[in-house]
């Protein structure tokens, strides 16, 4: 039985600081501040933080991913 890949990973820093962000297997873009996540996350559909895909975080970040899901408000995060 194979297990099924995460639908988004966000990889670790690069040496400027970006993260590669890959949602359902492609490239999304760079984000370098998690509205940069929350943005590719709206731009492949997901609007509400509750029914986002579980994200693979891969060198930490999840903490703030939990709060996100916890009921921040993702327009209040963007503007």
Not at 2 to 8: F, G, I
């Given at each position: 039985m194979?297990?099924?890949?995460?639908?988004?990973?966000?990889?670790?820093?690069?040496?400027?600081?970006?993260?590669?962000?890959?949602?359902?297997?492609?490239?999304?873009?760079?984000?370098?501040?998690?509205?940069?996540?929350?943005?590719?996350?709206?731009?492949?559909?997901?609007l509400?933080?509750?029914k986002?895909?579980?994200?693979?975080?891969?060198?930490?970040?999840?903490?703030?991913?939990?709060?996100?899901?916890?009921?921040?408000?993702?327009?209040?995060?963007?503007?």
């Amino acid at each position: 039985m194979s297990e099924e890949q995460p639908r988004v990973v966000v990889y670790l820093p690069d040496d400027q600081g970006g993260r590669r962000v890959r949602i359902d297997g492609e490239i999304s873009g760079m984000a370098y501040a998690m509205k940069d996540v929350i943005e590719f996350l709206r731009r492949a559909g997901w609007l509400d933080a509750e029914k986002w895909p579980p994200i693979e975080w891969r060198g930490g970040g999840r903490g703030l991913e939990l709060a996100l899901r916890r009921g921040w408000r993702l327009g209040r995060l963007l503007s």
